[in-house]
Structures are given as structure tokens and as C-alpha cells.
């Protein structure tokens, strides 16, 4: 079907977009241009093909696939109607895995309320440390998925950021979620002045019985928070902050069945 067709190349327009933010974060100074010249197309050209202002041909794929590490069976199967997409092509992740594993699309979400909010993808980049083709592949994820809408460059919030959180199950996406926010509150014991952050820790001694109770109030305490902190549409939102809380054991739990460490 024509349908699934367009599906698989947007997903290679997608696979296209997250190797060069990879590349990109693995050398600062590695630009669309260097891209572009490792690929063998025009700059200008790319720019548009990662923005979905031109569309993915077949030459395009044949030009750029074997460069990418693409097999020609899996250019076939891009342009053949009815056939799902590559299985691990570039690490090729459904959409909401790369949604709910990547903490900048919810502080867009976030950064979008503050007063002095610009919704181009420059301004966005710069605000959140990001490469623009991160907010740019990050825009247009938010927009498919429902989050927003953005029309003539006005930047419209129609689901809010704190509903997806699942908390009584795991996932691989959420669990490389808190890893990289984890990672972010490391990079700001170093780089962030002490007034502007909090950082403390509790140690004590539970029974692991009462659990599910201590973890209820946890997420009581989110959601308090986020309430106060903009109660009826607080004016004067500036920057962007992130509360991450950690609940883990420091002994090693014991299998009460076989009465072994784990």
C-alpha cells in the first residue's frame, strides 16, 4: 500500500535526521556541510530533505543508502507497497520509543511556557544546549505524536507534558529516559552555581513491605510541586528546571524464596 511506503521513507527521513544529531554530539565541530560532503549531495539540499521540505526519492536512497551502512535488499523493501519498515536499520526505533527516551522533548514542552518562549528551533537550541537539528527532528516529533501544533510559526501546547508518565511499570524508553536525566543532573553538580540548584539525599533503613506506600507519596509530592509551582497560570516563568528523585536500595535484596542476594 502507498501508505506504508510513505510511512517507511519518513522513517528513513527520521533514521536520516538521528545519524547526523549522532555524529553531530560525537564531535561538536562535525557540521550539515561535513554531512552532506560524506554523503555526496548538496548542503542546501540535505538541509531541506531533513526539514521534510523535499521528498525521499529512490535516487536519494540509492545515493545515501550504501553510505549509511543501507543493504540494496533494504532500499527494495523502502519502495515496495505493503512491506513494514527495516528492522534495525541505523538502531531504527518506533516513534515513541525516541519520544519518551529523550529528555529535550518534554522541556520544550516546559520552555514553551516561559515568557520569553521563541519557537524557532535556533532560539530553542540555544535555551536548551541542543544541535538545532535536534529541536528541529524534536519539533516535528511533538507535532506528529499530538503535543503541539505549529502553524505560521506560533507554537501551540495541546497535550501537556506530565500525562505520560506510567509509574507503575517500566520500559526500555523510560529506563534510558531517567538515565540521561540522571546524566543532565551530574553535568549540573559541575557546571551550575549552587544557588541555582538543590541537590540532597537521604539514606534509611525501610521495610521493603511498605514500599508501594513510600512511592505513592513520591509521586504525590511530583505532582504537588508541579502544582505549585505554576498555580493558576504563575506569570513571570524564566527558565526550565528538572526534579528528578531516586529510590533505590543500597543492600542487596534478598530472594526470600530462596533465600539468596540478588
Given at each position: 500500500m502507498?501508505?506504508d511506503?510513505?510511512s517507511?521513507l519518513?522513517q528513513?527521513?527520521?533514521?536520516?535526521q538521528?545519524e547526523?544529531?549522532e555524529?553531530?554530539?560525537?564531535?561538536?565541530?562535525?557540521s550539515l556541510?561535513?554531512?552532506?560532503?560524506?554523503?555526496g549531495i548538496?548542503?542546501?539540499?540535505?538541509s531541506?530533505?531533513l526539514?521534510?521540505q523535499r521528498?525521499?526519492?529512490a535516487n536519494?536512497?540509492?545515493?545515501?543508502?550504501?553510505?549509511?551502512?543501507?543493504k540494496?535488499q533494504?532500499v527494495?523493501?523502502?519502495?515496495?507497497?505493503?512491506t513494514a519498515a527495516?528492522?534495525?536499520?541505523?538502531s531504527?526505533?518506533?516513534?515513541?520509543?525516541d519520544?519518551?527516551?529523550?529528555?529535550?522533548?518534554f522541556?520544550i514542552?516546559e520552555l514553551?511556557?516561559?515568557?520569553?518562549?521563541?519557537?524557532?528551533?535556533?532560539?530553542i537550541?540555544q535555551?536548551?544546549?541542543?544541535?538545532?537539528?535536534?529541536?528541529?527532528?524534536a519539533?516535528s516529533?511533538?507535532?506528529?505524536?499530538?503535543?503541539v501544533?505549529?502553524v505560521?510559526g506560533?507554537f501551540?501546547?495541546?497535550?501537556?507534558?506530565t500525562t505520560w508518565?506510567?509509574t507503575?511499570?517500566?520500559?526500555?524508553?523510560r529506563?534510558?529516559f531517567?538515565k540521561k536525566?540522571?546524566?543532565?543532573g551530574?553535568?549540573a553538580i559541575?557546571d551550575?552555581?549552587?544557588?541555582?540548584?538543590?541537590?540532597g539525599?537521604?539514606?534509611?533503613a525501610?521495610?521493603k513491605k511498605?514500599?508501594?506506600?513510600?512511592k505513592e507519596?513520591?509521586?504525590?509530592m511530583?505532582k504537588?510541586?508541579a502544582?505549585?509551582f505554576?498555580e493558576d497560570?504563575?506569570p513571570g516563568?524564566?527558565?526550565?528546571?528538572q526534579?528528578?528523585?531516586?529510590?533505590?536500595?543500597?543492600?542487596?535484596?534478598?530472594?526470600?524464596?530462596h533465600?539468596v542476594?540478588?
Open positions: 502507498q501508505k511506503k510513505d517507511n519518513e528513513f527521513r527520521g533514521a536520516l538521528r547526523f544529531i555524529r553531530a554530539q560525537k564531535n561538536p565541530a562535525y556541510r561535513a554531512f552532506a560532503k560524506n554523503l548538496d548542503q542546501s539540499f540535505l531541506k530533505v526539514k521534510g521528498p525521499i526519492t536519494l536512497v540509492a545515493t545515501i543508502g550504501p553510505k549509511l551502512g543501507l540494496p533494504q527494495k523493501k523502502l519502495f515496495t507497497a505493503g527495516m528492522p534495525n536499520f541505523l531504527l526505533t518506533d516513534d515513541e520509543f519520544h519518551l527516551s529523550e529528555w529535550h522533548h522541556a514542552l514553551s511556557k516561559t515568557e520569553s518562549f521563541d519557537p524557532s528551533p535556533k532560539k537550541a535555551r536548551l544546549g541542543l544541535h538545532i537539528e535536534e529541536v528541529r527532528a519539533l516529533r511533538l507535532e506528529r505524536l499530538g503535543f501544533r505549529i505560521d506560533k501551540q501546547v495541546l497535550a501537556p507534558n508518565t506510567n507503575s511499570t517500566s520500559s526500555e524508553a529506563r534510558q531517567q536525566l540522571l546524566t543532565k551530574l553535568e559541575e551550575t552555581p549552587f544557588d541555582l540548584r538543590e541537590n539525599s537521604l539514606t534509611v525501610i521495610n511498605r514500599l508501594p506506600e513510600f507519596k513520591l509521586r504525590l511530583r504537588e510541586l502544582d505549585f505554576q497560570n504563575e516563568l524564566d527558565e526550565v528546571y526534579l528528578t528523585v531516586a529510590l533505590f536500595p543500597l543492600t542487596k535484596i534478598k530472594n526470600e524464596k533465600g542476594e540478588q
